[in-house]
């Protein structure tokens, strides 16, 4: 038993070999079950001293069949390949028997909707910063020709230094196909009252278009505590979503300035042709409010630099029709990189 986390003697003997244990559980779902994990180190680590982490176990024997064959190698693959300071880092990834654990960055603060909860509608201020560097988190995914899809408050994690880290790629996927043209979705992915109206009526979507109403309604519950739909019936959601039948509540509609609710209603724009992109998102005149936040940091430069080629190297290899090796269910293998914070 490690610290009183109920294991198998085996179990956390692998665990132990590789310098993990698991200190307490932090939450669970249907097949998978989330531990604040302690990581002492190996030979190999020059960093001496504990590291925090979030273990996520997920055991397959539990698991659908689709979500082992279809979402969960499309996790794992996505996960190796992304770095970015404004994404929860990945500490390492390894399968034992019927299990895959999945090493992370610890957010000590919790998720943004916890956050909103107790601490009420966040500052323009605190939200502009925090909402650029969900916005250039997915900006960065898309740059890689990955939609997120199912962007919502819960998967929005703030650590101990306040700054937010986006995480769970569950059904996160790539979005071009073998000509390097455009792939729409036709699976309904993600939570209700974050899901477009293009999702919801059940029609093949484009998931990066998507994924924009998906941050409008994030900012919309940032700055007013409160969803902009009633979620209780889905037809009604989505009459409500094309006729634009919301509003900011009234506590808040006076503090707001005109710069946010343009954004939020671009942002929130049934119409798919009209809808911002991402760029868009970033250039908008709410964001630059702040010239602080203009100019990308040496780290997300990078970041944004290496996707550029990494997306040209993606193609390149579909083109030739020889796509890049995908992680199955036999292939993870521990890997570690440097976190950016």
């Not at 390097?180 to 899901?195: E, F, I």
């Not at 724009?269 to 936040?293: F, H, N, T």
Request: with cysteine.
């Amino acid at each position: 038993m490690a610290h009183g986390v109920p294991l198998r003697e085996s179990e956390e003997a692998t665990l132990s070999s590789r310098g993990y244990h698991l200190l307490q559980k932090l939450g669970e779902g249907s097949y998978a079950q989330v531990f604040l994990a302690e990581f002492l180190g190996d030979s190999d680590d020059k960093d001496k001293g504990p590291k925090f982490l979030a273990c996520k176990i997920v055991d397959v024997s539990k698991a659908p069949r689709d979500f082992v064959k279809k979402f969960l190698p499309r996790e794992l693959d996505i996960l190796v390949r992304i770095n970015h300071p404004h994404i929860i880092h990945v500490h390492s990834i390894f399968q034992r028997k019927q299990k895959y654990y999945i090493f992370m960055r610890n957010a000590e603060n919790g998720d943004l909707l916890e956050y909103v909860l107790k601490k009420g509608p966040i500052s323009e201020a605190q939200s502009r910063v925090w909402f650029r560097q969900l916005a250039l988190a997915i900006q960065y995914l898309h740059e890689l020709e990955i939609a997120h899809r199912d962007l919502k408050c819960e998967n929005c994690l703030i650590t101990n230094n306040y700054n937010l880290k986006l995480a769970d790629f569950g059904f996160a996927r790539f979005v071009i196909d073998q000509q390097g043209r455009k792939l729409n979705s036709a699976t309904y992915c993600g939570s209700l009252s974050y899901a477009a109206p293009e999702v919801l009526r059940g029609m093949p979507y484009y998931p990066k278009t998507a994924d924009v109403w998906s941050l409008g309604i994030i900012l919309y519950i940032m700055t007013n505590k409160a969803m902009p739909f009633d979620d209780t019936n889905v037809k009604r959601l989505n009459e409500q979503q094309l006729q634009r039948k919301w509003k900011f509540r009234s506590k808040v509609v006076d503090s707001l300035s005109e710069q946010i609710k343009n954004l939020i209603t671009h942002l929130m724009e049934p119409d798919v042709q009209k809808r911002y992109k991402i760029d868009q998102l970033l250039g908008s005149e709410w964001l630059s409010m702040d010239p602080r936040l203009l100019q990308l940091n040496q780290a997300e430069e990078q970041a944004l630099t290496q996707a550029q080629i990494d997306r040209k190297n993606y193609i390149d290899s579909l083109k030739n029709a020889q796509p890049e090796k995908k992680m199955g269910m036999e292939d993870v293998k521990v890997f570690k990189t440097s976190d950016g914070e």
